[in-house]
């Protein structure tokens, strides 16, 4: 099909005399030659919004914002009908299935939203939204249409084969789709290497299993060969799975599906064990990793408690965030210090990790330490020649701060002529590996079905995940620009040092200058919801989700 001819821009919506817009429209249309659009502020003035180039490796996907009354901001995704105008669309055969015949209301209003920040104040602006996820009335495939392919990307996650099966299921069960197909091996399966065929029964018990039953890898994304594997293929759906970095990807292939007028669906489900993906509540595989985590951390303490000055140092997943590292120490109670990547600490000297050991020992007689895999790169640098290596997925590759440490608590009690027992455990390939648990089974299940819903609905260049409880679908953008992190002024943090009894390892000016980043990024996106700026100031705070701001 012929790309559609650019409508004339910019273009001037007037507002009412109230400041409003009366039924506002889509006010930013998706075509990649787009360059402006002109929109009204509260105050009635008009604001001319700069909107981003076509998908690059430097460059920021366009983005596609509704404003409403009362400072509701509406931050939505691509549909197909954004370029392909003409699209037909079929009744959804969910209201012949006689599974669904007995839900009510079981189709979602096409106006529903789901709010970004559920706490607010009596004057607060409605602020960021995103649209529900679930089955629409209308669909823009036809079931014998639809030839779907799944592909898994990045590092290995407890869950994986069930996404995998719960998306084939979904797919047959519930629209009548039979052609769906694995891609073997991640991006570059695309291109060079054969399909797997999928059916009901050959993915029915596979998420018993660990792993990935169609393999994945880092690295290998070429948009072009990707996308003409597509197209030659004759595929209408993609589901990626994988995180920040496979959906960089995924965002670069819907632009490039979008570029050619090709009707095709790119939904992405959000992949990673440490929990850092922004705007969503979780990523799925999280509860079964923090639970398995509790197996070395019950191992490092009965080791560490059955011999005298016995410490018990536990590495945990976490490359930039510690969520994994900080609720397995919340959950486990017998961890004495957690060190994360957004805490900083010190070894020597009064008030450091060091001293903080020897008192412990004193008091106690042994001591469990948790770390993640990301803390203490700056300390270890500093004493190590640090090679700035990369994996294939451009990954700083870490130094092992489990090791580091060890051998620096060893190296000091032996200069203190202290005699101690440490064992070091590393779990994370064991629990990368294990098949996710009976929570993170139902959470994928959803997360699977959200994705149909979505694709099958026209709805394209999207993740789902849950934003406060509800599940939504979300601009690609939103995720892979910064990931999420431990909010170490949050109160979270705060039932971690008063679980552990640990110091804080800051000083006065490390705390103040978190608190004022915190704040200022708060205050930041309460301005831009009030004065309706344009998306790029606008949605920014992202700092307190999934931090336990409660």
């Not at 990301?374 to 700035?388: E, R």
């Not at 629990?431 to 089974?441: F, G, K, L, T």
Request: hydrophobic share 35%; proline share 5%.
């Amino acid at each position: 099909m012929e790309p559609l001819q650019n409508p004339p821009f910019p273009q001037t919506i007037k507002p009412e005399s109230n400041g409003s817009v009366k039924n506002p429209s889509r006010l930013f249309d998706l075509r990649s030659s787009l360059s402006s659009v002109t929109v009204p502020t509260r105050k009635g003035s008009e604001v001319k919004v700069r909107l981003g180039s076509t998908m690059a490796s430097d460059s920021k996907p366009l983005k596609k914002i509704e404003y409403g009354d009362g400072g509701y901001v509406l931050e939505d995704v691509p549909h197909l009908t954004d370029y392909l105008t003409d699209l037909p669309a079929y009744p959804n055969p969910l209201q012949n299935n006689p599974a669904y015949s007995v839900v009510k209301q079981y189709f979602v209003n096409v106006d529903d939203t789901v709010a970004h920040k559920i706490v607010v104040h009596k004057n607060s602006p409605r602020g960021t939204h995103f649209r529900r996820s679930g089955p629409r009335q209308k669909v823009y495939f036809e079931s014998d249409e639809v030839h779907a392919c799944i592909v898994t990307c990045g590092g290995l996650c407890p869950g994986l084969n069930t996404v995998i099966r719960e998306i084939v299921c979904g797919l047959y069960d519930m629209y009548g789709v039979t052609k769906v197909l694995g891609i073997d091996g991640g991006y570059r399966g695309f291109y060079a290497r054969n399909t797997i065929t999928f059916t009901p029964k050959s993915v029915n018990d596979i998420h018993k299993r660990g792993g990935t039953i169609i393999g994945t890898s880092r690295g290998g994304h070429d948009t072009l060969k990707i996308v003409d594997s597509i197209q030659d293929r004759g595929i209408n759906q993609v589901y990626i799975i994988g995180g920040d970095g496979t959906q960089k990807g995924a965002s670069a292939i819907f632009e490039e599906i979008q570029k050619r007028g090709l009707k095709v669906s790119i939904a992405g489900i959000p992949k990673t064990i440490d929990n850092d993906i922004m705007v969503i509540d979780k990523s799925f595989g999280f509860d079964t990793a923090v639970e398995e985590a509790q197996r070395a951390i019950n191992a490092a303490h009965v080791e560490a408690e059955s011999v005298e000055n016995g410490i018990g140092v536990v590495k945990l997943m976490g490359r930039y965030s510690g969520f994994i590292a900080m609720y397995a120490t919340l959950a486990s109670r017998d961890v004495d210090c957690c060190l994360i990547p957004e805490s900083p600490f010190y070894l020597e000297g009064k008030g450091g990790l060091l001293e903080f050991i020897e008192r412990r020992l004193k008091e106690n007689g042994h001591m469990v330490i948790v770390v993640a895999e990301g803390a203490g790169q700056d300390l270890i640098a500093k004493s190590m020649q640090s090679m700035d290596h990369q994996d294939a997925s451009g990954n700083k590759l870490l130094l092992d701060v489990g090791l580091w440490l060890s051998q620096k608590i060893k190296d000091h009690f032996s200069n203190h002529k202290m005699s101690i027992t440490l064992k070091y455990i590393d779990p994370t390939y064991m629990i990368r590996a294990v098949p996710s648990n009976a929570s993170d089974n139902v959470y994928c299940t959803l997360l699977a079905h959200s994705a149909i819903h979505g694709a099958m609905a026209g709805y394209t260049g999207f993740i789902v995940g849950p934003v406060n409880g509800r599940h939504a679908y979300i601009p690609f953008h939103r995720i892979t620009e910064r990931c999420k992190k431990v909010v170490i002024t949050d109160r979270m943090w705060a039932r971690l040092l008063s679980s552990t009894n640990q110091p804080s390892f800051l000083s006065h000016e490390h705390v103040e200058d978190a608190k004022k980043e915190d704040e200022a990024s708060h205050h930041f996106f309460l301005d831009a919801a009030n004065k309706n700026h344009d998306h790029d100031e606008h949605a920014t705070d992202d700092s307190r989700i999934g931090n336990g701001a409660i």
